[in-house]
């Protein structure tokens, strides 16, 4: 069983950057993919971005070139780092892992907002 703890949300202006952290712990297969989810009020939960352990990348049109997806293996952590937000950006962001099953994290709250 995989634990992920997030960190990293708030409140950003438009065009503003911003950096979340997931990190995993228990027991994880060597391959496996990390990344993220979001969810917006009313909308279903939409799929971000995700990197292998290999280090290949993913992402959503919607956030590509805006958002990069980085991982480090020996913390067994994965980071979005956002910028250029946009109001449409607002979401509950959830992380996730594939090692055998999907867990996923408790999810951090990203508000963009002048």
């Known amino acids: 069983q995989v634990q992920l703890v997030e960190s990293g949300g708030g409140l950003v202006q438009p065009g503003g950057s911003l950096r979340l952290s997931c990190a995993a712990s228990?027991?994880?297969?060597?391959?496996?993919?990390m990344g993220w989810y979001r969810q917006a009020p009313g909308k279903e939960r939409e799929w971000v971005g995700h990197i292998s352990s290999g280090g290949t990348t993913n992402y959503a049109d919607s956030v590509k070139g805006r958002f990069t997806i980085s991982r480090d293996n020996v913390k067994m952590a994965v980071y979005l780092q956002m910028s250029s937000l946009k109001p449409e950006d607002t979401a509950v962001y959830y992380c996730?892992?594939?090692?055998?099953?999907?867990?996923w994290g408790q999810g951090t709250q990203v508000t963009i907002s002048s």
């Open positions: 228990g027991t994880i297969v060597s391959f496996n993919v």
């Open positions: 996730f892992i594939d090692s055998n099953v999907r867990s």
